[in-house]
């Protein structure tokens, strides 16, 4: 049975999935300052590590837990839909199939409550 991370092209649909939503996320006037000063290529490769295992791939992520890794960012209800929003246009821009964006979707809603301080 082919998994969320097989619809999506494995590692390179992951990469362009995250390479894509950083473009839109850099552009976004109200998420760039929050990646001010940040190297940009680790959390790309902490995201790309993050959302493959999160989707069935196997990559394994050894980050910190979300909650640990956004603390003290003061990150808004806004910035988490901003977020979610443009990982949309991504995944559709890359040809990701509606159903398949909604049950990755069902994966990233739950971060919510972990992301969002404010």
């Not at 097989?6 to 300052?33: C, F, K, N, Q, T």
């Amino acid at each position: 049975m082919a998994t969320i991370y097989d619809e999506i092209g494995g590692s390179d649909g992951v990469a362009a999935a995250v390479d894509g939503l950083y473009s839109h996320v850099m552009d976004d006037e109200m998420l760039a300052p929050y990646f001010a000063g940040i190297d940009l290529r680790r959390l790309k490769a902490h995201l790309r590590a993050f959302l493959a295992t999160a989707v069935g791939g196997p990559e394994h992520y050894a980050g910190r837990d979300m909650g640990a890794a956004h603390a003290g960012l003061g990150i808004t209800h806004e910035a988490f839909d901003h977020v979610v929003s443009h990982l949309v246009t991504t995944l559709t821009a890359l040809g990701v199939a509606p159903k398949t964006i909604g049950a990755i979707g069902g994966r990233v809603a739950p971060l919510r409550a972990h992301i969002v301080e404010a």
